[in-house]
């Protein structure tokens, strides 16, 4: 994947250089001119080290295929502590701040991956891609394009969970390919839509109680440019990198 991840990055970051060209400033005003003082803040430097270190465990314990919520769990016990060591008020702000009716969406999209294997989606789908070799360009594609766009229909997260079902079907030797190509397709494409992924769910619900509107339409006339041309790229450089092997 570090091909692939590559790419991806470097397109996205083309993409939006080209596309917000006349609206990013040519060179970096200092944060003191702009009266930004957070920086110089102990906590907020603490607060910098602590997520470094969460961010550092999560990536071991991915690696070491251990839970990640052990490691997520400490991470904000440990900055929760930070906080009322330093005397700045947090724990209302969580209570106020965290998006509650998300879990039930959450339980929801649980219910949406159950019902879709006992509606034989799942069986179906397996037909489809591992109908051939399972490691032809055609199934790699599929593979990443059904993902994204299932993500899109029932978020990324159950499109997931039903594509985990659909490759276990799936012959040893095949399913690196077609679990990398699935895996573009769940975290790029689910971008195209507001709805496609939880993250950005969770993003808009920050921000909307910061007062902050991001227009759908709006939204759309980036991602519809952005998402398809990151997703072919990083599909592209996958299947490139599998035919020089």
Known sequence: MAIPNAVAVAANIALFLWLFRDRLPKTLVPPAALGVTGVHDPFFRRSLAVLGLALAGLFLSGLGARPLWPV???????????????????????????????????????????????????????????????????????AGGISALGANLFNNIPMTLVMLGVLAGGARPELGGLVAATLIGVNIGPALTPVGSLATILWLAIVRRRSIDVPVLQYLRISTITVPLVLAAALAALILERLVR
């Open 72 to 142: 997520a769990l400490a991470g904000a016990l440990v900055l929760l502590c930070a906080a009322r060591a330093a005397g700045v008020p947090v724990a209302g702000a969580v209570m106020r701040e965290v998006p509650w009716s998300l879990f039930p969406f959450v339980w929801g999209m649980a219910a949406i991956v159950r019902g879709v294997e006992h509606a034989g989606l799942t069986t179906e789908l397996a037909r489809f891609v591992l109908g051939h070799s399972g490691g032809s360009v055609g199934d790699l594609v599929a």
